[in-house]
């Protein structure tokens, strides 16, 4: 359905898993907050779904995918609440990975106009 893209929980939750598959694997630490985090926002909201959602719609161009979502994101104090869980996820295996430090500066640099 072409509305859920535009809700920001779902565009979070997409965003979320993008940012847990940026190192080419969902860690297990990664799939727990995930899935609390979907209990939070979204019950229905699939993670696996989601993933086959993102490669059907943007193929292997994560850039976009990842712009498509957070530019879905508008409410300032939403997009805190995001960027704070953002980095939780990020050091869920215990390692800060460049690409995931691209990834969070880019949301930055996006909400920040």
């Known amino acids: 359905m072409l509305l859920e893209y535009f809700m920001p929980e779902k565009s979070a939750l997409h965003l979320f898993v993008l940012l847990a598959i940026i190192d ?60 704070e869980f953002m980095k939780e996820l990020a050091m869920a295996d215990k390692k800060l990975h460049d690409r995931e430090i691209a990834f969070l500066e880019k949301c930055n640099k996006i909400w920040s106009k």
């Open 24 to 83: 080419s694997e969902i860690h297990q630490r990664e799939r727990l907050m995930l899935n609390q985090v979907v209990e939070e926002l979204d019950p229905s909201f699939d993670i696996d779904d989601s993933l086959d959602k993102i490669n059907n719609r943007f193929r292997d161009d994560f850039d976009t995918a990842s712009e498509f979502y957070m530019k879905n994101i508008t409410n300032k104090d939403f997009q805190k609440k995001v960027i």
